[in-house]
């Protein structure tokens, strides 16, 4: 069986050779267009293996270097352009990531904000919705508005509200009102 498979093997590829020289033959470039191109193959092919024939010069290595520069010139340095970061001007210093980093006694905290404070104890006590917006037709104000939610589960809340020059002193003014309406309002919120 396995004589039978190599010859169907060794028959495929003679035929496909066979098939493939007569396609080639009928119907690729005639030989006398590629004459010129096999005549140049065989003289590359001649001046790379004989140095006798003409062009062989091309093959010998240059007795100086590219661009007409000797060895001496290496030698001398006076000659050569400076390498970039030689110069004043490109001097690179390799400097440590470690000292560039702030100490955290250099950096303190930014001070918070008196609105932010506000607006912490106004949310310690319940409140939401928190804006401070410019007021009135040049924006020379600041109203501060906040809501609490009056009875839970109804849906209902109280709001409060200041306009003034300052935003600190709005945010305060509303602090004010919902201090007091809490203190009026504890009976009810103790019967809930």
Partial sequence: MKSL????????????????ALAYRAYGPQ???????????????????????????TLETAETEPMGIDQSDFDRGDKLQPF???????????????DQLPSPIETPEPAPSPVASV???????GVSDC?????????????FRCSLPWISGLGT?????????DPADAAQQVLNQVSQWRLAHASEQVLR
């Avoid at 010129?36 to 590359?44: C, G, H």
């Avoid at 970039?84 to 470690?98: A, F, N, R, Y």
């Avoid at 410019?134 to 020379?140: F, Y």
């Fill in 131 to 143: 804006s401070l917006n410019t007021w009135g037709d040049s924006g020379d104000f600041f109203r």
């Fill in 157 to 165: 809340s109280v709001h409060f509200e200041a306009i003034s020059e």
């Fill in 84 to 98: 970039p970061m030689d110069q004043p001007g490109g001097v690179v210093k390799h400097v440590d990531w470690e």
């Fill in 5 to 20: 498979q190599l010859f169907y093997r060794v028959t495929i590829m003679l035929g496909t050779l066979v098939v493939g």
């Fill in 31 to 57: 030989l006398e267009k590629l004459e010129p191109l096999f005549n140049r193959a065989k003289q590359v092919l001649a001046e790379a293996w004989n140095e006798d024939s003409p062009g062989a010069e």
């Fill in 119 to 125: 607006v912490r104890q106004l949310e310690s006590m």
